[in-house]
């Protein structure tokens, strides 16, 4: 259900700012991966109409720039790695962006862990801005930059880290929830994907944390945040913001924490949110 904007605390009028967070994969991106030109094309109005428009993604920096670019967005803010990397994308910067925020933890504990459990499984450790340290190589197309093979276990765990990956074929996901609950992995965030696929972040870290850091910093009134997402690591996202959508295609567990279910990915669902953000009356010069 959403919330119109007269009944917004303060009411919501032409001059202020929304601010939204958009996940990519499952939300923006078709599984094939690309984006409806209809959706570009939306994104881009809605930011016209202030409205920050953030993406807020699992990617890391090297994945979540072409997307930028393919949705026009030059300037703004785009939140990486489940919350652990803030950037902000300026044109004028060599490679295109500045990172404003980064938040890291020992992964050691976590990873030495789960390898005991999974001595067989994909370990992979973030390298800021080029890639990921990996124990062995991920099929391509799983991880984005380069991958740098390690000689030991050892050198996965000795650097501070933004996000760590496991990768275990075979496991479903049930699997992995138990394995967390198991094993107690109190020190850490994590997230389990649609598939054996498990993300470690600081502990903390969250999409929507990074979210409320950028909201106070550009001043946007609580009431004016919107959140759309599809999977587990945007449940907390979706609770954050005052008003959020799950999309069609969200497990049960991201549907509960949204106020609405929209249309699935295939069926471009994200369109209702962004149709409700253009408003005429709101543009602003970018």
Same mark, same amino acid.
């Given at each position: 259900?959403?919330?119109?904007?007269?009944?917004?605390?303060?009411?919501?009028?032409?001059?202020?700012?929304?601010?939204?967070?958009?996940?990519?994969?499952?939300?923006?991106?078709?599984?094939?991966?690309?984006?409806?030109?209809?959706?570009?094309?939306?994104?881009?109005?809605?930011?016209?109409?202030?409205?920050?428009?953030?993406?807020?993604?699992?990617?890391?920096?090297?994945?979540?720039?072409?997307?930028?670019?393919?949705?026009?967005?030059?300037?703004?803010?785009?939140?990486?790695?489940?919350?652990?990397?803030?950037?902000?994308?300026?044109?004028?910067?060599?490679?295109?962006?500045?990172?404003?925020?980064?938040?890291?933890?020992?992964?050691?504990?976590?990873?030495?862990?789960?390898?005991?459990?999974?001595?067989?499984?994909?370990?992979? $450790? +973030?390298?800021? #801005? &080029?890639?990921?340290?990996?124990? *062995?190589?991920?099929?391509?197309?799983? /991880? @984005?930059?380069?991958?740098?093979?390690?000689?030991?276990?050892?050198?996965?765990?000795?650097?501070?880290?933004?996000?760590?990956?496991?990768?275990?074929?075979?496991?479903?996901?049930?699997?992995?929830?138990?394995?967390?609950?198991?094993?107690?992995?109190?020190?850490?965030?994590?997230?389990?994907?649609?598939?054996?696929?498990?993300?470690?972040?600081?502990?903390?870290?969250?999409?929507?944390?990074?979210?409320?850091?950028?909201?106070?910093?550009?001043?946007?009134?609580?009431?004016?945040?919107?959140?759309?997402?599809?999977?587990?690591?945007?449940?907390?996202?979706?609770?954050?913001?005052?008003?959020?959508?799950?999309?069609?295609?969200?497990?049960?567990?991201?549907?509960?924490?949204?106020?609405?279910?929209?249309?699935? $990915? +295939?069926?471009? #669902? &994200?369109?209702?949110?962004?149709? *409700?953000?253009?408003?005429?009356?709101? /543009? @602003?010069?970018?």
């Amino acid at each position: 259900m959403t919330v119109p904007p007269e009944d917004f605390k303060p009411p919501l009028d032409r001059d202020d700012w929304r601010l939204l967070g958009l996940d990519i994969d499952g939300t923006l991106m078709h599984w094939g991966g690309d984006i409806s030109p209809v959706v570009a094309d939306a994104v881009e109005k809605a930011r016209m109409c202030r409205n920050h428009v953030i993406l807020a993604t699992g990617r890391n920096i090297v994945a979540t720039l072409p997307v930028a670019e393919a949705l026009g967005i030059r300037r703004g803010w785009a939140v990486c790695s489940n919350g652990a990397v803030t950037i902000r994308l300026n044109p004028a910067t060599p490679g295109g962006y500045d990172i404003v925020e980064k938040i890291t933890f020992n992964p050691r504990a976590a990873l030495e862990l789960i390898r005991d459990e999974m001595p067989d499984a994909f370990y992979a $450790v +973030e390298d800021l #801005g &080029v890639g990921f340290r990996v124990s *062995r190589e991920f099929p391509m197309g799983e /991880l @984005a930059g380069r991958q740098r093979l390690v000689e030991n276990f050892d050198e996965l765990c000795h650097d501070e880290a933004t996000r760590v990956v496991v990768r275990a074929p075979g496991v479903d996901v049930a699997h992995f929830d138990d394995l967390v609950e198991r094993i107690g992995l109190s020190e850490v965030t994590y997230a389990v994907g649609y598939t054996a696929w498990l993300d470690l972040t600081p502990p903390g870290v969250s999409k929507a944390s990074a979210l409320e850091t950028l909201r106070r910093q550009l001043g946007v009134y609580p009431d004016h945040t919107v959140a759309v997402g599809d999977g587990n690591n945007d449940i907390e996202m979706l609770r954050w913001a005052k008003q959020s959508s799950a999309m069609g295609n969200a497990p049960d567990k991201v549907r509960e924490a949204a106020d609405e279910v929209i249309g699935t $990915v +295939e069926e471009d #669902g &994200v369109l209702t949110v962004l149709h *409700r953000l253009i408003d005429p009356d709101r /543009l @602003a010069v970018l």
